[in-house]
Protein backbone atom coordinates (compact mmCIF):
# COMPACT_ATOMS: atom_id res chain seq x y z
CA UNK A 1 0.00 0.00 0.00
CA UNK A 2 2.42 2.12 0.62
CA UNK A 3 5.17 3.52 -2.16
CA UNK A 4 8.54 2.42 -2.73
CA UNK A 5 11.37 4.22 -3.12
CA UNK A 6 11.70 3.40 -6.76
CA UNK A 7 8.20 4.16 -7.47
CA UNK A 8 8.75 7.89 -6.10
CA UNK A 9 11.52 8.30 -7.60
CA UNK A 10 9.66 7.33 -11.04
CA UNK A 11 7.02 9.50 -10.27
CA UNK A 12 8.93 12.81 -10.14
CA UNK A 13 11.30 11.80 -12.47
CA UNK A 14 7.95 11.84 -14.81
CA UNK A 15 6.67 15.07 -13.17
CA UNK A 16 10.27 16.63 -13.62
CA UNK A 17 9.46 15.63 -17.44
CA UNK A 18 6.05 17.21 -17.85
CA UNK A 19 7.32 20.46 -15.80
CA UNK A 20 10.02 20.42 -18.54
CA UNK A 21 7.68 20.44 -21.70
CA UNK A 22 5.35 22.60 -20.37
CA UNK A 23 8.49 24.66 -19.79
CA UNK A 24 9.78 24.36 -23.11
CA UNK A 25 6.36 24.46 -24.63
CA UNK A 26 6.08 28.15 -22.94
CA UNK A 27 9.50 29.06 -24.27
CA UNK A 28 8.65 28.01 -27.92
CA UNK A 29 5.48 29.78 -27.82
CA UNK A 30 7.21 32.97 -26.19
CA UNK A 31 10.04 32.63 -29.12
CA UNK A 32 7.93 32.10 -31.93
CA UNK A 33 5.52 35.21 -30.64
CA UNK A 34 8.32 37.96 -30.01
CA UNK A 35 9.83 36.70 -33.59
CA UNK A 36 5.90 37.58 -34.87
CA UNK A 37 6.40 41.05 -33.15
CA UNK A 38 9.58 41.43 -34.48
CA UNK A 39 8.89 40.38 -37.82
CA UNK A 40 5.38 42.35 -37.76
CA UNK A 41 7.18 45.71 -36.62
CA UNK A 42 10.05 45.44 -39.03
CA UNK A 43 7.32 45.39 -41.71
CA UNK A 44 5.14 48.05 -40.21
CA UNK A 45 8.60 50.17 -40.13
CA UNK A 46 8.77 49.49 -43.57
CA UNK A 47 5.18 50.72 -44.55
CA UNK A 48 5.58 53.18 -42.91
CA UNK A 49 8.48 54.60 -45.16
CA UNK A 50 7.47 53.37 -48.20
CA UNK A 51 3.78 55.47 -47.74
CA UNK A 52 5.52 58.37 -46.35
CA UNK A 53 7.52 58.74 -49.74
CA UNK A 54 4.70 57.86 -51.28
CA UNK A 55 2.21 60.56 -49.98
CA UNK A 56 5.28 63.16 -50.05
CA UNK A 57 5.03 62.43 -54.04
CA UNK A 58 1.41 63.31 -54.57
CA UNK A 59 0.64 66.23 -56.21
CA UNK A 60 -3.30 66.46 -56.44
CA UNK A 61 -6.67 65.56 -54.71
CA UNK A 62 -7.68 63.35 -56.55
CA UNK A 63 -4.46 61.33 -56.51
CA UNK A 64 -4.67 61.78 -52.40
CA UNK A 65 -7.75 59.80 -53.01
CA UNK A 66 -6.77 56.97 -55.20
CA UNK A 67 -3.24 56.42 -52.73
CA UNK A 68 -5.45 56.49 -49.33
CA UNK A 69 -7.43 53.83 -50.78
CA UNK A 70 -4.16 51.47 -52.29
CA UNK A 71 -2.50 52.12 -48.48
CA UNK A 72 -5.64 50.87 -46.51
CA UNK A 73 -6.06 46.99 -48.52
CA UNK A 74 -2.19 45.94 -47.56
CA UNK A 75 -2.60 47.36 -44.22
CA UNK A 76 -5.69 45.55 -43.19
CA UNK A 77 -4.44 42.36 -44.87
CA UNK A 78 -1.37 42.38 -42.75
CA UNK A 79 -3.07 42.82 -39.71
CA UNK A 80 -5.53 40.35 -40.25
CA UNK A 81 -2.22 38.23 -41.22
CA UNK A 82 -0.70 39.02 -37.48
CA UNK A 83 -3.94 38.11 -35.92
CA UNK A 84 -3.47 34.52 -37.77
CA UNK A 85 -0.40 34.38 -36.34
CA UNK A 86 -1.11 35.10 -33.08
CA UNK A 87 -3.61 32.96 -32.56
CA UNK A 88 -2.25 29.78 -34.52
CA UNK A 89 0.46 30.43 -32.17
CA UNK A 90 -1.70 30.35 -29.05
CA UNK A 91 -4.06 27.62 -30.21
CA UNK A 92 -0.91 25.11 -31.19
CA UNK A 93 0.63 26.01 -27.65
CA UNK A 94 -3.05 25.44 -25.83
CA UNK A 95 -3.20 21.98 -27.85
CA UNK A 96 0.52 21.09 -26.61
CA UNK A 97 -0.21 21.91 -23.02
CA UNK A 98 -3.89 19.95 -23.05
CA UNK A 99 -1.87 16.63 -24.52
CA UNK A 100 0.73 16.86 -21.60
CA UNK A 101 -2.56 17.66 -18.93
CA UNK A 102 -4.02 14.58 -20.16
CA UNK A 103 -0.88 12.35 -20.12
CA UNK A 104 -0.86 13.93 -16.56
CA UNK A 105 -4.71 13.05 -15.75
CA UNK A 106 -4.57 9.90 -17.22
CA UNK A 107 -1.20 8.74 -14.99
CA UNK A 108 -2.88 10.32 -11.73
CA UNK A 109 -6.03 8.24 -12.67
CA UNK A 110 -4.46 4.73 -12.95
CA UNK A 111 -2.33 5.56 -9.93
CA UNK A 112 -5.42 6.06 -7.64
CA UNK A 113 -7.31 3.16 -9.32
CA UNK A 114 -4.02 1.06 -8.71
CA UNK A 115 -4.02 2.30 -5.10
CA UNK A 116 -7.26 1.87 -4.80
CA UNK A 117 -7.17 -1.80 -5.45
CA UNK A 118 -3.80 -2.03 -3.32
CA UNK A 119 -6.25 -0.69 -0.91
CA UNK A 120 -9.42 -2.82 -1.21
CA UNK A 121 -7.09 -6.22 -1.17
CA UNK A 122 -6.07 -4.89 2.85
CA UNK A 123 -8.94 -3.66 3.23
CA UNK A 124 -11.39 -5.51 6.10
CA UNK A 125 -14.83 -7.32 5.23
CA UNK A 126 -17.64 -5.69 4.43
CA UNK A 127 -15.67 -2.64 2.82
CA UNK A 128 -16.07 -3.56 -0.67
CA UNK A 129 -19.70 -1.40 -0.75
CA UNK A 130 -17.15 1.42 -0.34
CA UNK A 131 -14.46 0.49 -2.44
CA UNK A 132 -17.03 0.36 -5.34
CA UNK A 133 -18.92 3.72 -4.75
CA UNK A 134 -14.89 5.19 -4.57
CA UNK A 135 -13.92 3.22 -7.50
CA UNK A 136 -17.41 4.47 -9.23
CA UNK A 137 -16.89 7.88 -8.40
CA UNK A 138 -13.12 7.86 -10.13
CA UNK A 139 -15.05 6.75 -13.37
CA UNK A 140 -17.62 9.35 -13.10
CA UNK A 141 -14.57 11.88 -12.44
CA UNK A 142 -12.84 10.12 -15.79
CA UNK A 143 -16.29 10.62 -17.74
CA UNK A 144 -16.98 14.07 -17.12
CA UNK A 145 -13.25 14.91 -17.50
CA UNK A 146 -13.50 13.24 -21.17
CA UNK A 147 -16.75 14.85 -22.06
CA UNK A 148 -15.18 18.37 -20.39
CA UNK A 149 -12.11 17.86 -22.85
CA UNK A 150 -14.42 16.75 -26.18
CA UNK A 151 -16.56 19.82 -25.81
CA UNK A 152 -13.78 22.10 -25.55
CA UNK A 153 -12.13 20.65 -28.14
CA UNK A 154 -15.87 21.33 -30.03
CA UNK A 155 -15.63 24.70 -28.78
CA UNK A 156 -12.08 25.74 -29.97
CA UNK A 157 -12.43 24.15 -33.56
CA UNK A 158 -15.74 26.41 -33.58
CA UNK A 159 -14.25 29.45 -32.70
CA UNK A 160 -11.42 28.85 -35.14
CA UNK A 161 -13.69 28.33 -37.95
CA UNK A 162 -15.47 31.86 -37.03
CA UNK A 163 -12.18 33.73 -36.81
CA UNK A 164 -11.78 32.50 -40.28
CA UNK A 165 -14.42 33.27 -41.58
CA UNK A 166 -14.29 36.85 -39.94
CA UNK A 167 -11.17 37.38 -41.06
CA UNK A 168 -12.00 36.58 -44.75
CA UNK A 169 -14.94 38.52 -44.92
CA UNK A 170 -13.06 41.09 -43.10
CA UNK A 171 -10.63 41.51 -45.85
CA UNK A 172 -13.38 40.68 -48.59
CA UNK A 173 -15.52 43.84 -47.46
CA UNK A 174 -12.21 46.08 -47.34
CA UNK A 175 -11.00 44.50 -50.81
CA UNK A 176 -14.69 45.54 -52.23
CA UNK A 177 -15.25 48.89 -50.62
CA UNK A 178 -12.26 50.86 -52.54
CA UNK A 179 -14.19 49.58 -55.96
CA UNK A 180 -17.80 50.64 -54.91
CA UNK A 181 -16.09 54.15 -53.90
CA UNK A 182 -14.84 54.53 -57.25
CA UNK A 183 -18.10 53.07 -59.46
CA UNK A 184 -19.86 55.65 -57.62
Not at 55 to 61: G, Q, T, Y
Not at 86 to 92: D, G, L, N, R, S
Not at 112 to 137: E, H, I, R, T
Not at 166 to 171: F, K, L, M, Q, R
Amino acid sequence: MYATPEQLSATNKANIESLLTIANTAFASAERLAALNLNTARSILEDVVANAKTLFAIKDVQELANVQAALAQPSLEKAVAYSRGVYEIATQTQEELSKVFEVQFAEVSKNVSSALDKAAKNAPAGSDVAVAAVKSAIAAANSAYDSMTKAAKQVAEIAEANVAAATSATVKAVATAPKAKKAA
